[in-house]
């Protein structure tokens, strides 16, 4: 293993149980959501794949676009966020479903 590498991690969901749950909140948006036109706003980049596994289990139209911000300079949080990739599409009037895993480090 490289230096660099991170430490092996903890498994804290299986791989069964965390599929498990992508279907059941995949149904509840279906449930809440199909019919109101949303567009899934991922936050680059620790959403990606997780969204690509929410929205491969939709079934019904909708648009999918990114963002990218950071509020870190170095290694320390500026606490100003800052926008490093806006939309391509605009939200004017449209539902909007935002995607984002939180960074706990």
Known sequence: MPPDSPPDLPVILS???L???VHRLAA???RDVATLDPVF???LKGSLIFMSDLIRRLDFPLTI???AV???HGDTSTGVVHILKDL???ITGRLVVLV???DSG
């Open 41 to 43: 706003i991922g936050v």
């Open 65 to 67: 676009d990114f963002l």
């Open 100 to 102: 984002v895993l939180v």
């Open 15 to 17: 791989q069964r149980t």
């Open 19 to 21: 599929a498990a749950r």
């Open 70 to 72: 950071s509020s870190y």
């Open 88 to 90: 391509d599409h605009p």
């Open 28 to 30: 509840e948006i279906t």
